[in-house]
């Protein structure tokens, strides 16, 4: 059962959606709790306008800060797409640039970083533009995006969305040819597209340990457009999301009271509570076991640190693009990628170190992706 302050939080959020309208009777709620909630769940900008004075004051600082960074983010991610635009690549705005239309203002889904995708990804060319914009980046390092950062904006450049099945790269690699071209080299996603990458990307996080209110409006609000279903159910179908779309989404509407609240969506909200819009480190590597292995920790351990090490050829391809002409320099590719791991030791060994996971948390974690419709 959920306790009165987390009720207290999903009453904000939905009376920040329009769900209800009612003024709610909460004076036993903690208020440290309940400002560690909306914190801990990525929704600040939804609900602050909503807080009684004391917990507004609390949070007055934190709020004007994540207003600046959002205000910041949208500046930047205007002059991002406009040079990489002119400078020919193709650009997609991803995630939160897409799912802030649905609020009832933009300005209420806030936002960790800027996605984008990019095509063609040529990152050292995409590296001296960034340079050029004033951002900083290290070696290209990741399979799927890589980081650079200007104060407080943080952006991940994307070659890909996903790395999954055959069948969820096929997906996206149609991406593409639904995007609606907005002006010279600037695309937009379709809204299905918006909607199936929403799950995708969920369903990522989701092995990884983490969930957050913030995803479960998300996810609210894009069941509120018109849209293709059936193109959608199809390829949910295809890429086996059909019965962990459908648990979401039914979270989603419990969590707005649409239906009841069932023993599994307490489950999964009581892990969004605990640990959040990112997840924890305990939280992911829990995740990482419990997804290698349903048998025991022990083996999912041993198979986590081998993935983690030697990535399936598919993500070597992303990560080093040589591959996909040269294949039979894969060996090569191992040693590359095993010395960047050793240059930067001290930050992966402690993605690495699964001694802080405990039998307790493997078997949450079970239970955990059991609600939630993975087997």
């Given at each position: 059962?959920l306790?009165?302050?987390?009720s207290?939080?999903?009453?904000l ?47 007055e ?20 797409l406009?040079?990489l ?32 995708l ?33 104060n ?15 069948e ?5 690699e ?5 995007a ?27 092995k ?38 459908k ?20 489950i ?12 924890s ?25 081998i ?13 080093f ?23 930067y030791?001290?930050e ?22 059991r ?5």
């Open positions: 059962m306790t009165e302050d987390q207290f939080v999903l009453y959020l939905k009376k920040s959606l329009g769900v209800v309208s009612n003024e709610a009777d909460f004076e036993g709620v903690s208020a440290k709790a309940v400002e560690k909630a909306i914190m801990h769940s990525g929704i600040i900008l939804t609900v602050f306008d909503l807080l009684p004075q004391n917990m507004k004051k609390d949070l600082e934190t709020y004007f800060k994540t207003v600046k960074q959002s205000v910041l983010q949208s500046y930047e991610g205007e002059r991002i406009n040079a635009s002119s400078a020919g690549y193709g650009c997609m705005p991803l995630k939160g640039w897409e799912l802030c239309k649905l609020y009832p203002r933009s300005v209420m889904r806030q936002m960790a970083d800027l996605d984008i990019v095509m063609p990804y040529e990152f050292d060319k995409i590296k001296k533009i960034m340079q050029d914009l004033g951002y900083s980046s290290g070696d290209e390092t990741s399979w799927m995006h890589d980081d650079f950062r200007y407080e904006v943080t952006v991940e450049m994307h070659k890909r969305l996903t790395d999954d099945s055959k969820i790269r096929a997906w996206e149609s991406v593409w040819d639904r609606e071209k907005k002006e010279n080299n600037i695309y937009t996603m379709s809204a299905e597209d918006v909607y199936i990458f929403h799950y995708v990307h969920l369903y990522k996080d989701f990884n340990g983490s969930l957050g209110l913030r995803r479960i409006a998300d996810g609210w609000l894009l069941d509120k457009q018109e849209l293709d279903t059936q193109f959608i159910n199809e390829v949910f179908e295809k890429t086996g999301l059909t019965v962990f779309h648990k979401m989404a039914d979270l989603s509407r419990a969590c707005m009271g649409e239906i009841p609240l069932e023993p599994d969506h307490e999964l909200l009581n892990h969004a509570f605990e640990h959040g819009i990112n997840g480190d305990r939280s992911y590597k829990a995740g990482r076991i419990a997804s290698m292995s349903d048998k025991s920790m022990k083996r999912g351990k041993l198979r986590s640190f993935a983690a090490v030697f990535l399936p050829f598919s993500r070597m391809k992303a990560q693009p040589v591959l996909n002409k040269w294949p039979v320099l894969l060996p090569f590719c191992w040693l590359k990628r095993i010395f960047s791991l050793m240059r030791a001290k992966n060994a402690s993605k690495l170190d699964y001694r802080n996971v405990q039998q307790k948390d493997y078997d949450e974690m079970k239970e955990f992706f609600a939630g419709g993975i087997s």
